[in-house]
């Protein structure tokens, strides 16, 4: 019987077995960040412990960092201590940093890929849990808790329990306009986003093989939105034409006998899985969310769903996610008011999102009375969009064109929503008071799908807004 | 670490499924260098509005003020990694959380903590917690060791992360000592994986 990628990095990485029956797994790559890492070096020093492999440890800044204007110090004081303190830190310990205008720095799961930190066969890992990210390229790459930051700074390993792994074959292939961020909502949608506790997502078919790596990292991206503690995809020629050639990444003859060594991590044709479920990709509407966690998302065509369909606590949950969201029962989503368009995280937030946005927004306009902002996930993005001219596209249309960072993605930055302002968003999480006010309202959705609905000033089904249909 | 088989407090019930980590923890409150004085935030945007008037949560119900027991529904602490939420939790006075499931990295902040996090499907836990709004002020007494918790003059099973049972009985829910034991292990992988991306 031959074995699934998961089985095969987490066997490459085993260190041996812990008293309480857990494994002891070698981490080959770790990344930090100014939120949830900072707090680990002071472990350490509390415990005498140095960094152990800190060549394997990389650090960005991403969080807090305002997008408008990033001289230091920073108007907000803690933000600035933070970074003070995550850059004394990887002084200290010999980690390299990705400092804002060093070229390199962004949002933590952009910067690693793009890079070629992020390599097939891999086990990652980060105190942030869209570590999944990393999975498009083959890779077991999950979140931690700083208490974890912390072993792995110390110890290079963490103590893990082996998760099942779950094959999801998305079949036929995507309608024009539906996007990979649709697929992973419409994932999310059918299995629930406590679907994947205990599982790792092995993400297949056609419509995954057909994606670029761009696309692959929005799905695995949202594998945590759906319960997966991390998701990957098998590396092809398509993973492997992204690395050829990046800063990180063996070159030459290297590069050759690394692509051999990655390829080998694929599953196997025979490999077995804990569960296989197959979704059909042909199906897929450009998906949207009318509720305050991303598995409540319907079809941008759908109305919103009636409680009375469902009973008990469920029903209160409905009731009280409706309530909180303004929208009434049985109203078609289409149509709803938006106050502020956002594109950007490490979801939506590559040169792809941004370009296939510049392609359809081109001779519209952002409608009166909303704010739309457009924030590049790295430095790198905003420069590779500037040289294609992207950024002028958008401004053109009524965007703000920002400074890389995570930004309204989680407004711990000065991006925000004000009062229950409704904020159509290219990101991962519409829970409650995500986007920075404890009343605001997020819908999530695709990044031409937040172009159409800042063009309309409501949600709108983007195949129609810019003449998809007939691509 | 000495190890733990039996916690006791009183319990509240926090009503809910996916309640995810940014509502344990606003982000907010994650602008710190240490996880000192997060106890005061916790569920704080459920807890006051934007005066920071009390909004009558059950955690602030006078009846259950003291619980260290957490009762909660399906998928409890999803969403963001943050260990200021577990961390929150603790410093305000929570040392077990008891839902119908758990996400996965919460539940490893929370054992590393030293936090039990108790597995209780539908009926049981919606009796215990009927209970626990009945009788705020009995304790809840819970046995790890023989995965039983009593209250009331009533018994109740909850199953558990075997793996994070073993090590609050073994009293090793903190592995960082037992990960550095195998340093000569540990550089042999690493050195069999060679540079990877560190080139
Ligand atoms: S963009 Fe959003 S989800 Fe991604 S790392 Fe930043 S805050 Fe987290």
Redesign the interface.
Known sequence: MGKNLYQKVWN?????T?????C?I?M??HLIHE??S??AF?MLKD?G?SV??P??TFATVD??IPTDDQSRPFQ?E??D??IS?LAEATEAHGIEFFKPNSGAQGIVHVVGPE?????PG?TICC???HTSTHGAFGCIA???????V??VL??????M?PLKVRRIEVTGSLGPGVTAKDVTLHIIRTLG??GG??YAYEYAGSVIEAMSMEERMTVCNMS??G?A?CGYINPDATTFDYLKDRE???SGDAFDAAVQRWASYASDQDAEYDDVITIDGSAIEPTVTWGV?P?QAISVLDHVPDPKAVAG??QE?MTDALRYMQLEAGAPIAGTKIDVAFIGSCTNGRVSDFQAVAHAIKGHRVAAGVRAIAVPGSEKVDAEARALGIDRVLTEAGFEWRLPGCSMC???NPDKLVGDEVCASSSN?N????Q?S?TGRTILMSPIMVAAAAVEGCVADARVVFGLENR | MSPVSQRSGRGVYV????I?T??II???F??????DELGPALFF?ERFD?EGNSKGHILDAPQHAGASILIS???FG???????A?QALQKFGIHVVIAE?????FQ??CT??GIPCLKMVGEARQSLARLVGQFPEAELLIDLSAKSLTFANESFEFDM????R??FL?G?F???D???V??D??SG??NR?GG????
């Open positions: 490459d990485h085993l260190v041996g812990l008293s309480n029956g857990q002891q070698f080959a790559l939120v949830t900072p707090q002071g415990k412990l152990a492999y060549e394997r969080h807090i907000d803690m933000a201590r933070m303190v890079l070629g930190l992020t390599q891999m105190g942030d849990s999950f979140g931690i808790g700083t208490s974890q912390r072993d110390a110890s290079q390993t963490l103590a329990d986003v406590n506790v205990g945590i939105e319960g503690r990180r990444c063996p966690t598995g606590l469920d949950l989680l407004a711990m999480r829970f409650i008071g995500r920075g404890s | 009503a809910g499924n996916d995810d940014d509502r606003p982000a907010r994650l602008k710190c260098v240490t996880f945007d934007s529904d399906v998928n999803c969403g963001s990694s943050r260990e200021h577990p499931t758990f996400a996965e990295i490893g902040n590393t903590l992360q075997e793996s994070s073993e090590a073994l090793r903190d592995p960082l037992e990960l550095l195998a340093k292990r540990i992988v690493a994986l990877g991306s560190h080139q």
